[in-house]
């Protein structure tokens, strides 16, 4: 029995040692099985030693004891996760296991002396036992303390843990009390012996802890460790059997030929039975161990077809957190997303917990932004501030999504409803990162775009509305400046004809003689009253054209004669320009039918802005003939021409280019809007041609309507 324990110790030391060589907790657990396995040996050993030497192995393992103690507090400290370590508390235990270890093996202060009795070694104290005895029940309660403390504020995966090993140190710990200190106090030390192997209990914890909760995680080594076994004793008894049989067949005469044969024979049956035997084994103790195994492959299949069924975000939140959840038997799964305008997206599985933004926000600031590890509540320290939010919100795992250093959002899985996270469910949740991240990402633009549509449209149909409640208050202002134009220039002509034609009168001498310098300036009077007549005419016209009231009346007319008047009328005003103005009329020219009126307007503001906008000392070519069945009016200055980037607005009402307003600021824009309308209400087209700097051309082409 004692060689099984011993056996059994030194495999579960070297599976912890060797599953996580940098943890403090296995480091401590490790030391305190091999002392709990020198402590075992030296007591079972005084039972077959003389004295003296029975004695010393006796003190041995009391020092031992103590020493196992000392292991198992810090131990505790260190699992599953480090706790606050009370630097009094641990100095005190330090000291009492030192000092114990060193009183024991050394000193009689503790154990005196032994005696041979009938059941054994009976055990005489030496003072100190009694204070020796107290100090390591009281450790031990301490032990226990810690554990159930470490217990009510764990994960539930984490309770499941110290729950066996709480089961383990308290029943070996009671009966090292019972069998080791109290039964032999009345003289019955024969049964201490069970308090010794009762640390076979413990171990079988401790191995059942690592097997079915992944415990340091190296379920792997004792799967593979059972596996082989059961193989080799499989073969070992196929070995035996056949060479049993054999041995009957040949009449046990080993040295025989045919023995020989039989032997190489049963080596090629164990060399073809071994692969087949391994694959059964394997594949029964996977079904043992890995209940709650599933493929890789068909868990990345399965989530790669869930992130491109649907590209609306929630909807696939929901279907990606129930697949992983699913797949790693997780109490709970959900994402954190950060959108646009520091808002958030929260989904995942039914009833999940839900990640307030002001707690993604501590994570994040507590996240190394440059490390997208997992992040696992078990593993941090019992004081960390991130541990302590995880386990607020029931999450042992969180999957940090990070991309160009910025993190879009969290993975998070609440406690396994099963055993516990396995290294191979964190590789798996390592390697979806990605995809996680990829299509997350497009569901967002997807999200953006949708929402920028909608938002677009919206405001496309604010504008559209006011736009249209702009343009009917326009309208209405429109038509009351047209309503106003109208009726003032009607109130104006009336009393601008009545100074014309008294200034007409008092030219022609009607009232009496007048000097020179009278003439001149009642001249100046007349031309700005004509000219006040032509504005008001526009001013009317263009009122007409936007009430619907604009009519061309033809009737036939010689348009050769109205040049030359209007023409005429003008050469005053050119020669105080030092203009001058080249016609000639030509000889037979039809009659035309057109309107009167509107058309001499027309050849009055083409013929009146070359004056006004050509350089002194220059000419203004008038031009009219028949072409091509049209006819032909041109006026070309060598003025200042107009540029060539506002020259496709020159003809719309009230517009006037740039360098023309800088020579005549009093100009209104409307004289060519009207011409323009004029020509085309007669079935034409309007001649322009212009240089900036070199001149203009202006004029028309009318369609031949002969009376």
């Known amino acids: 029995m004692t060689g099984l324990i011993v056996i059994t110790g ?51 393992s009391f020092g031992f004891a103590a020493l196992v103690i ?57 003072g100190l036992d009694l204070i020796y005895d107290i100090t390591s029940i009281a450790i031990v309660i301490l032990i226990l303390l810690i554990a ?37 106090a009345v003289n019955l030390g024969q049964f201490g012996y069970f308090g010794d192997y009762s640390i076979m209990i413990f171990f079988g914890f401790t191995a059942y802890a690592i097997v079915k909760h992944h415990l340091f995680d190296v379920r792997l080594a004792i799967v593979r460790s059972v596996t082989y076994t059961l193989v080799l004793i499989t073969l070992a008894a196929i070995y035996l059997v056949i060479a049993f049989a ?40 996977n079904k043992f161990f ?16 869930t992130l491109s069924v649907t590209t609306d975000m929630r909807n696939l939140l929901e279907r990606t957190a129930y697949e992983i959840g699913h797949t790693l038997k997780s109490e709970q799964a959900f994402f954190f997303i950060n959108t646009a305008d520091e808002h958030h997206i929260s989904a995942g599985t039914p009833r999940h917990r839900q990640l307030p933004k002001a707690d993604a926000v501590q994570l994040e600031a507590a996240q190394d932004m440059k490390n997208s590890d997992v992040i696992i509540a ?38 396994h409803l099963t055993s516990g996270y396995t290294n191979r469910d964190i590789k798996a949740l390592a390697t979806i990162s990605n995809e996680l991240i990829i299509a997350i990402q497009n569901a967002l633009a997807v999200e953006e775009i949708r929402e920028l549509n ?24 429109d038509k009351v400046k047209d309503e106003f134009v109208s009726m003032a220039s009607h109130q104006l002509r009336t009393p ?142 060598t003025g200042i021409g107009v540029p060539v980037g506002e020259q496709a607005h020159l003809f719309t009402k009230f517009y006037r280019a740039s360098n023309a307003r800088k020579q005549r600021p009093d100009g209104t824009g409307v004289g060519l809007f009207l011409a323009k309308k004029v020509v085309e209400a007669h079935g034409g087209k309007v001649i322009f041609e212009s240089v900036e700097g070199e001149g203009s051309t202006f004029g028309f082409r009318l369609p031949i309507e002969i009376k």
């Open 246 to 285: 054999l041995s009957m067949i040949f009449d046990r005469n080993f040295n025989s030929p045919e023995q020989t044969i039989s032997g190489v024979a049963i080596s090629m049956v164990l060399a073809f039975a071994f692969q087949p035997i391994k694959r059964f084994f394997d594949k029964t103790t």
């Open 496 to 637: 601008l004809t009545s100074v014309k034609g008294y200034l007409s009168m008092v030219l022609e001498g009607d009232v009496g003689k007048i000097t020179d310098p009278q003439r001149k300036f009642l001249n100046e009077a007349f031309m700005s009253s004509e000219r006040m007549v032509h504005l008001i005419n526009d001013f009317l016209n263009v009122s007409r054209l936007q009430t619907g009231k604009f009519v061309i009346d033809k009737v036939p007319t010689d348009l050769s004669k109205i040049v030359e008047q209007e023409i005429n009328s003008l050469k005053p005003n050119a020669l105080a320009r030092k203009l001058k103005y080249l016609y000639k009329p030509p000889k037979k020219f039809p009659i035309l039918n057109i309107d009167e009126g509107k058309i001499r307007q027309v050849i009055m503001n083409f013929a009146d802005n070359a004056l006004y906008y050509s350089h002194e000392d220059s000419s203004i070519e008038i031009g009219l003939s028949i072409d091509n069945n049209e006819v032909l009016f041109t006026v070309k200055d």
């Open 378 to 415: 078990s593993m941090l320290d019992t004081d960390d501030s991130v541990r302590r939010l995880m386990l607020s919100h029931r999450i042992e795992l969180i999957l940090p999504l990070i991309q160009s250093n910025a993190v879009i959002g969290y993975l998070c899985l609440g406690d």
């Open 148 to 184: 159930i403390k470490k217990y009510q504020r764990s994960t539930r995966i984490d309770r499941q843990k110290i729950s066996l090993f709480l089961m383990g140190v308290a029943v070996f710990s009671l009966s090292e009390i019972v069998f080791t200190l109290l039964i032999p």
């Open 290 to 305: 890995y209940k709650d195994n599933y493929d890789a492959g068909d868990f990345f299949a399965r989530l790669n077809k």
């Open 10 to 60: 030194f495999v579960i030391a070297f599976w912890i040692i060797s599953s996580d060589r940098k943890s403090v907790g296995n480091k401590w657990l490790f030391s305190g099985i091999l002392l709990s396995i020198l402590f075992i040996t030296s007591d079972y050993l005084t039972a077959y030693t003389p004295k003296p030497f029975s004695t010393f192995l006796i003190r041995a």
């Open 70 to 126: 000392g292991s198992l507090y810090f131990f505790i400290l260190n699992f599953p996760t480090k706790s606050r370590n009370n630097p009094y508390i641990s100095s005190i235990v330090v000291v009492y296991s030192v000092f114990s270890a060193f009183l024991s093996f050394f000193t009689k202060f503790i154990i005196s002396n032994t005696e041979s009795v009938a059941w054994g070694t009976k055990i005489i104290g030496g």
């Open 454 to 477: 909608a938002t677009l449209q919206q405001r496309i149909a604010n504008a559209t509305k006011e736009l249209r409640a702009s343009n009917t208050i326009l309208r209405q202002l």
